[in-house]
């Protein structure tokens, strides 16, 4: 298994765990589904996107970019994604790491998670795991898929 950017003959698997990430509905923010078209534009439009391939299997990916401009500039977020059927396989931890790596070659000094869903345990401990500090915790931050709100859990890192 390697990490490695992200390459066109990815997007269609990489559209494919976005999208099933987005119909879980229980880490993302987002409610929309990507398309062919409209994922080549959003993976396009990332400071850098990471994929875990074997081959020409795309496993999981993630996505780098600015979390905010000018003075908090050098702040930058991630999101994540592993398909389901690879869950278990440490994916994650490889992904966070080149996105660790990735971050601070692009001369950023700090990567923020802004909305890591309280009950998403794995991830939390991950990030723990990986030297990232929690800010608090944000009541009923997250609407779930069925409706009701989960608290998020900022974290961040100094890279």
Not at 16 to 24: G, Y
Not at 52 to 81: F, Q, T
Not at 113 to 122: G, K, P, Q, S, Y
């Amino acid at each position: 298994m390697i990490i490695r950017k992200y390459e066109p003959r990815d997007l269609e698997q990489m559209t494919d765990i976005w999208n099933e990430i987005v119909e879980e509905g229980d880490a993302f923010p987002q409610e929309e589904l990507l398309d062919l078209n409209t994922g080549a534009e959003f993976f396009a439009s990332q400071s850098y996107c990471g994929v875990a391939c074997d081959g020409e299997r795309v496993y999981g990916l993630y996505i780098l970019h600015p979390n905010n401009i000018g003075r908090c500039g050098h702040i930058c977020n991630a999101s994540y994604a592993v398909a389901s059927n690879s869950r278990g396989m440490k994916l994650g931890e490889l992904l966070v790491a080149d996105c660790l790596r990735q971050a601070k070659a692009l001369g950023f000094a700090i990567l923020q998670f802004n909305a890591v869903v309280e009950t998403n345990i794995r991830a939390r401990r991950l990030y723990e795991k990986l030297g990232f500090h929690q800010l608090g915790v944000i009541p009923g931050g997250f609407r779930m898929k069925d409706g009701h709100f989960e608290n998020i859990c900022p974290y961040y890192i100094v890279l």
